[in-house]
């Protein structure tokens, strides 16, 4: 259609003259028509993100309810991210969706080549966040900054798991032997106690505790961020002081990030336990060769059995040893 037509057909469909405009994606952007209420887009697998978002905010522009219907061919296959990209626009349809769809359009597509000319990229193999975070430690070791060459600890305790574990999905048996456990901990049996054993719990943020999924996201990665003890704690102190005394996951939880922080500080890469032993493997070799830190010949002993108290066990054992700027 040539300028004039296309205006003559715009202007008598503002005017009402008729209800149904047949047309491109030419309608994308720039174009308000508070009365029209309802769109249909035909092979909604086809378009991206930021289109899909663009195309739909042309209805709902007015105090009428607004519809807008996605098809999809009856026959064809749907490829994996034409779903995803699909269900981004359904499930971010309140009020301020706008940044969600960015974001969630910047992690499907990539961020692309930042020094050349290539609008898509690699970042959903990572995540944008952590993207950032390598992104923001090449750029510092370039520059010879000495945060960049800062080290990473891995803690993993055997008597400690990860995960959302939901109370509600246990059998009558689990929900048992959990009630006259202490305090979400799983409750041991004489034999095992007598054989050394430690009791469990499962270090998480429980969804009974923050409901809110994007607020304990965010908290998650606030805690996997903190590069001090300090933070953690602060991090800690403002969940108890929003949510409520913290529940043993979540104690467990914030304990962790914590014993990673001070491991960190005295370049100790993994704390690991192995029943009651504990093994804590430096970055470098200490003067005698050592990798591990050891008491004498010997790896350092817990007595604790519940698991809180023995990461209070493991905290203080971490305390005694010289941190990198001793």
Not at 309 to 324: A, C, D, G, V, Y
């Amino acid at each position: 259609m040539d300028e004039a037509e296309l205006e003559d057909v715009m202007t008598r469909f503002v005017a009402g003259e008729f209800d149904v405009l047949v047309c491109t994606t030419i309608i994308e952007t720039g174009l308000d028509i508070p009365n029209c209420n309802t769109l249909i887009i035909e092979g909604a697998d086809r378009f991206g993100l930021a289109q899909l978002y663009q195309l739909r905010g042309r209805v709902g522009r007015f105090n009428r309810q607004a519809y807008a219907y996605l098809l999809l061919h009856k026959h064809a296959s749907m490829l994996d991210p034409a779903r995803r990209r699909l269900s981004a626009i359904r499930q971010h349809n309140q009020l301020g969706a706008g940044f969600r769809i960015a974001m969630r359009d910047l992690e499907l597509r990539g961020v692309g080549n930042l020094l050349g000319r290539e609008q898509s990229g690699h970042i959903a193999g990572v995540g944008f966040d952590l993207y950032c975070q390598l992104l923001r430690q090449s750029v510092a070791r370039m520059k010879g900054d000495p945060a960049a060459r800062a080290i990473r600890a891995e803690v993993r305790l055997d008597f400690v798991r990860f995960g959302g574990i939901s109370f509600a999905e246990e059998t009558a048996e689990e929900e048992s032997e959990r009630e006259a456990a202490w305090d979400g901990y799983r409750v041991l049996r004489e034999e095992e106690l007598d054989a050394g054993r430690c009791a469990e719990v499962v270090a998480t943020l429980p969804p009974e505790y923050i409901g809110d999924t994007r607020l304990r996201i965010e908290i998650f990665r606030k805690l996997a961020m903190a590069a001090t003890a300090e933070e953690v704690r602060t991090i800690a102190e403002e969940m108890a002081d929003r949510f409520g005394k913290l529940p043993a996951g979540a104690a467990a939880f914030v304990a962790l990030g914590e014993l990673r922080c001070l491991a960190e500080e005295r370049g100790i890469v993994q704390v690991e336990t192995e029943g009651s032993r504990l093994k804590c493997k430096r970055a470098f070799p200490a003067k005698d060769g050592s990798t591990y830190v050891k008491i004498g010949a010997n790896f350092p002993r817990l007595t604790r059995k519940r698991p809180l108290e023995r990461i209070r066990e493991i905290k203080q054992f971490l305390l005694r040893q010289p941190t990198l700027h001793a």
